[in-house]
């Protein structure tokens, strides 16, 4: 699951991204809209401005990076609202995590000392090369 929650994030800021930008771009080169006779404002692009190609490929971008979020929240599983069923998985987690820590101290404790003994013999092991050293070179 958390790698779900990731990628939604991720495709997130990625929607995050593309709506800051093209707001951007919109009001950087988007020309002022033309006042008809009467007032009425007219849905007409200006020429060299924005094209319509550019906008619909904008909003096509942007519709489908918000078909991914919805697809990645689609996949997310179910969260049960039951507060003693969700305090029972606590409990269970709990319980599981307590097990596991207490292997893992065994585990480390069985590494401790099988460390110890390979540190004896390689101090035994050096011991025995230097003492051989010290006889040669009398």
Request: aromatic share 2%.
């Amino acid at each position: 699951m958390a790698d779900s929650v990731t990628q939604l994030q991720n495709q997130i800021n990625t929607l995050c991204q593309l709506m800051f930008n093209y707001a951007g771009t919109l009001q950087r080169d988007a020309k002022p809209a033309t006042i008809g006779p009467n007032g009425e404002l007219n849905d007409a692009l200006t020429e060299g401005g924005v094209t319509r190609a550019e906008i619909d490929e904008m909003a096509a971008t942007i519709a489908e990076a918000n078909r991914v979020i919805m697809e990645i929240a689609r996949a997310l599983p179910e969260i049960d609202t039951d507060e003693k069923a969700a305090r029972k998985r606590i409990a269970a987690l709990h319980a599981e995590h307590d097990k596991v820590s207490k292997e893992l101290e065994t585990v480390i404790a069985q590494a401790k000392a099988e460390l110890d003994v390979i540190n004896a013999a390689f101090k035994a092991a050096a011991s025995g090369v230097l003492a051989l050293d010290d006889e040669a070179t009398d």
